[in-house]
């Protein structure tokens, strides 16, 4: 069992995590400058936030930086507590851009993909070196070329973790996990909140829960479950990025818990009929678990969009 399971899966969670930490830290030196320039006209209303977030998240991918970023403004007296409404429900909705993609089947061009993409990073430092006075020009490539090395560390990382299912089918673990979860969503759902938790990233979890159900060794159902608890999960690290911070950092922290946990509890009696809607658009379990989250994020964020705009959120900056 540790050799056919548990290597696997802290190896692969490794690759898969060392892959989001380049394509993170890339992204966020291409896209740095940018975000950093819009962000007071971005967020002048909670729609224009919310659309601005979900780019940087997407350009970034990291749910959790842009909030964490957020926090620190916010603490800083950079932005005001009722302009991040608009942010972190955008957030939710750029971070799915990692499963959509996860969701394509890609992974057997992952080893081409980081074998070009390391190529032209390294052609490129040359060049800088060799001609200095283009180093401006070439940053850009060079960042693009590390993102698109971290992306084929995080298919590679699928992948290893992928070949567990059939060690884990010899077990009967998924056979007891599967009829705890069909007797109860919530142990789906734990599942997500504790794993998201552990890891801090939930795209990890999901990828991992995408991998078993694309092998049919997990139902579509229990994997949106899975999904639902990992948006809870993935507000942990908020939570400690907020201690030490302002009242409006705190709140900016909690309102993101408070969205995601509120989220999760309205579509926990519609799971079913979630599976169904991602069913019409793929006929993959993967890529269901996949546009299923992304149907979740969505829904959610604009169902709590109207919310922003009441002049109670004001009221609380001012106090906080």
Not at 181 to 201: D, F, R
């Amino acid at each position: 069992m540790f050799q056919s399971i548990i290597i696997p899966v802290i190896y692969g969670l490794v690759i898969f995590l060392a892959g989001m930490k380049v394509m993170e830290k890339a992204l966020a030196s291409f896209a740095g400058p940018l975000m950093t320039s819009f962000l007071d006209k971005a967020t002048q209303s909670p729609l224009k936030g919310m659309v601005f977030s979900a780019l940087i998240t997407a350009i970034i991918q990291s749910s959790t930086a842009v909030t964490v970023i957020t926090i620190g403004l916010v603490t800083a007296g950079l932005l005001s507590y009722e302009r991040t409404l608009g942010i972190i429900l955008g957030t939710n909705i750029g971070t799915c851009l990692t499963t959509e993609l996860i969701g394509l089947q890609i992974s057997q061009f992952a080893a081409p993909l980081l074998l070009i993409s390391v190529f032209l990073w390294v052609a490129t430092v040359i060049l800088s070196e060799l001609t200095p006075w283009r180093l401006h020009r070439l940053e850009p490539i060079q960042h693009l070329a590390l993102a698109a090395a971290g992306f084929a560390l995080v298919m590679f990382g699928i992948r290893v973790m992928q070949s567990i299912g059939p060690s884990l089918e010899s077990f009967g673990v998924f056979e007891w996990f599967i009829h705890q979860a069909s007797q109860n969503v919530l142990w789906g759902i734990a599942a997500g909140i504790c794993l998201t938790a552990i890891v801090h990233s939930g795209a990890a979890v999901i990828a991992l829960a995408m991998g078993l159900a694309s092998s049919g060794l997990l139902p579509v159902e229990v994997g949106i479950s899975i999904v639902l608890g990992s948006n809870i999960g993935t507000c942990v690290t908020t939570v400690i990025a907020s201690i030490g911070s302002s009242k409006s950092g705190k709140f900016v922290a909690w309102t993101h818990v408070a969205l995601n946990v509120g989220g999760a509890t309205l579509f926990m009696p519609f799971i079913p009929q979630l599976q169904q809607v991602s069913a019409l658009i793929s006929n993959d379990f993967g890529s269901q678990i996949a546009h299923a989250q992304t149907i979740f994020n969505i829904v959610c964020s604009l169902i709590a969009l109207p919310c922003c705009y009441l002049p109670i959120w004001k009221r609380i900056g001012r106090v906080a």
